[in-house]
């Protein structure tokens, strides 16, 4: 029920040089000095004891191009099909880790397991991100990296969905220029927004069901 | 680097029921069964202390009509001002905690800390969703939830993205249906992406002047 999130593939290799891609949807940055992420993966799943044997996977980034390969590796098991070649991806060695990186992907970030928690259905694997690799051309004419123009995937409840529209950067609704007038929006819409709900407790259901009836009055 | 991440508004509320707002970047869902989240949080933020003491705090999803919102609540401290005064949102009482949810939001996420894991800059807050409040606009009249239409708000890089357009939904590359054709399109594409680089190794620098370098040529 969190959304947005990233739909990232995994790539990792066995001791033997066998590479894979898995798709997560559970992974994320977690600290930024050391720079560190987490990413979730089921016991089952080919690539979790091969992580975990070897302590080393790559996170690359998935745009539109690549939503098909991230979608295939996300429900294929690395078990049954080699899926660098089957989806034709380009297997880039990294610079610190074992694991390739995918050439199509835009950013790739080399990870070293610093440690695993067993949570349930889930281990979520805890990293250091020890190398950023960056296509260039994603970089301005000043060297500055233009993420939001790379075309990059979100994931919601099951759906790839593109991204749309700038609403706003980072502090605008404290910056002089634009803040005041953006603030009486976001209020108004505040407004609008409670006088059609009411506080209510309980479980979900119920709070569901007043609010229905709420709405329908 | 680590992108689209969500910017959700992370609602508390200390011992005598002063309650705040923090918008957290760094949160993502961590296990399924039992369902698990997590929130990475630098222990200066004023909410730091209030969740590590009372051990609950809400997840609020942000819609577009909140990212001005959601962008104050990450910019300014709860030491300053009361968020839910100054943004005229509406305090709904939680059903399984004591820290107030967000009646503009879409999804709020109850939660209980499980753990936290001290990392450096940011401390990890493991928890257990205990309770999901959904607004009923978000149900369609078979009572399935769509939350792709909900306006969530994606977070790249300092800047806050609208989602765009279906691009598919989980499972598409491989149905009968469409996955032959689309996969003939991204080994296309794949292909023609391949072409335009070279496996390097070594810094980042010194790959983006390797790709930069077959770019020009």
């Known amino acids: 029920m969190l959304y947005p999130v990233p739909a990232v593939m995994i790539s990792c290799a066995d001791e033997e040089g066998r590479s894979n891609i898995m798709t997560a949807a559970w992974a994320g940055t977690i600290c930024s000095d050391p720079v560190m992420v987490s990413v979730s993966i089921r016991p089952e799943r080919y690539s979790h004891d091969v992580i975990a044997r070897t302590g080393e996977f790559v996170i ?3 745009t539109e191009d690549l939503t098909y390969a991230a979608d295939f590796c996300g429900v294929r098991s690395g078990r049954d099909v080699d899926k660098f070649e089957y989806l034709q991806l380009t297997k880039l060695p990294s610079a610190k880790v074992k694991a390739p990186s995918i050439g199509e992907s ?36 000043k060297g500055r990296f233009v993420l939001e123009d790379a075309g990059l995937v979100a994931y919601v409840h099951g759906s790839y969905l593109s991204l749309g529209e700038k609403l706003g950067t980072f502090g605008f609704s404290v910056r002089k220029k634009d803040g005041g007038n953006r603030r009486r929006a976001a209020v108004r819409s505040a407004e609008s927004a409670a006088g059609r709900k009411k506080p209510s407790s309980g479980r979900a259901a119920d709070r569901k069901d007043t609010r229905r009836k709420k709405n329908s009055k």
Chains 1, 2 share one sequence.
Do not use: M, W
Request: charged content about 25%; proline content about 3%.
């Open 106 to 141: 835009p950013v790739c970030l080399e990870c070293l397991v610093t440690g695993i928690e067993h949570l349930g259905t889930h281990d979520l694997f805890l990293a250091r991100v020890v190398q950023v690799s960056v296509d260039e051309k994603y970089l301005d004419e």
């Open 60 to 62: 690359n980034l998935t």
